[in-house]
């Protein structure tokens, strides 16, 4: 039953995460966090992930701006930085990630919308694993 459950549920899941994390990207950034979602599956649960692996061109990681991008920024918001020849400063964030939203842009509201697919679909298969079963009997 578990190695039915992996093996049916991952690629569906993992489908489903992706196309809904990009129905909610509006930016380059979000489209970056979109990009790295991935689903794990295991005996007991399914996992979503987004923003754990990948790098922006610059060759910063996804997961040093996940929280910005998810939630906003303020604009005046401080980030230390460094020059080309390494002395480092202070600039504000600027527009860049958007205003502050509790609500989350990208991932959370992907997952409000992922929670009741993925749901079913591990129930329609741990439910066909058995119906199968009996059959063979």
């Known amino acids: 039953m578990k190695r039915e459950i992996g093996k049916h549920t991952k690629a569906p899941a993992a489908g ?3 196309d809904e994390l990009n129905q909610h990207v509006e930016t380059r950034l979000q489209g970056a966090v979109a990009s790295s979602g ?3 599956v ?7 992930k987004a923003g754990a692996a990948g790098a922006l061109s610059t060759g910063t990681p996804v997961s040093d701006i996940l ?3 998810e939630f906003g920024m303020r604009q005046d918001a401080p980030i230390d930085t460094r020059s080309r020849k390494g002395t ?8 860049t990630f958007g205003p502050r939203r509790r609500q989350g842009n990208t991932v959370f509201p992907a997952a409000r919308a992922v929670v009741a697919r993925v749901a079913s679909l591990w129930v329609q298969t741990a439910w066909r694993t058995v119906a199968e079963r009996i059959e063979r009997l």
Request: net charge positive; proline share 4%; aromatic share 8%.
């Open 16 to 18: 489903i995460w992706r």
């Open 88 to 95: 480092p400063y202070k600039r504000k964030a600027g527009s």
């Open 67 to 69: 929280t910005a991008t």
């Open 42 to 48: 295991t005996a007991r649960n399914i996992t979503l």
């Open 38 to 40: 991935t689903v794990s």
